[in-house]
């Protein structure tokens, strides 16, 4: 039992409530990865075979629709001629030399609207029929900067790979603060479903003791271990399945400090 005074708890911001019914999102974590969104993403190529003379803009370049992108010489006529950006976006790639000899299928440079990007993860044999079209996903990097968002899957694919028994999923993700780097690599939180539990708790309130997770039950007298077993859990809050009652009066933050508290009158400190 931990006895504390009204002022000790209130120093410490431990918080008392009371369990009860909750929702909890069911949910899958995936690796995936951000892509070029290929709706607005375009190849520039040559009108006709010929050679390049000039290439007016650098890779990562701004560029606005119209604008000069490239000068060839046609093999045809002997003149020369402008290729120019078919859309306005960010100079991804440019494959194309000055000098180079170019015919119809040759590649100038890739043009990108990066305003939207593609998340694609995988979906496993096990998972189909779970993972629909609609269903919300919370999007967070994977290494780097600590960045979030979320969005619906707008495409789950109807065929899978030969070789790895996967298909994919696709979010289209805002991007226009251009935080979303095609090639990044991020974990989807795919939110399959929300169900409602009779019993749960907020992930804070839980404590690891020696038999397991536990809660601090509380009373006038003060705070008692009660262990529980857990359910399933968002990140947030968590079921528990045994060893709390609907309406049970529990710490709901700062469980810790209470267990640091325990282990010290244990340790006769």
Known sequence: LVTLSPEAVDSAGIIVDTSGAQPIDVTLELPGEIKLDAEHTVDVRPTY?????????????????????????????????????????????????????????????????????????????????????????????????????????????????????????????????????????VTAVVVIERVTVPVAVPEDAIVRVGTGAAVFRADSSGFEVQPVTLGRSDGTMTEIVSGLE?????????AFWLKAELEKAAGGD
């Open 246 to 254: 609907r309406g049970a009066r529990i710490g709901t933050r700062n």
């Open 49 to 185: 075979p010929g050679r390049v003379t000039t290439l007016h803009l650098a890779l990562g370049s701004r560029v606005s629709q119209g604008q000069p992108l490239a000068e060839i010489l046609s093999n045809e006529s002997l003149s020369g001629y402008t290729v120019s950006a078919p859309m306005g976006g960010t100079i991804v790639a440019r494959p194309a030399n000055i000098g180079a000899a170019v015919d119809l299928g040759s590649v100038l440079y890739t043009v990108a609207d990066l305003s939207s990007v593609w998340l694609d993860f995988p979906v496993y044999v096990q998972q189909l029929g779970r993972i629909q079209r609609g269903q919300l996903v919370h999007v967070r990097a994977t290494g780097g900067p600590a960045i979030s968002t979320s969005g619906t899957i707008r495409y789950v694919g109807p065929l899978l790979d030969v070789d790895t028994r996967t298909t994919y999923a696709r979010v289209v993700l805002s991007n226009s603060d251009g935080r979303w780097q095609p090639g990044r690599l």
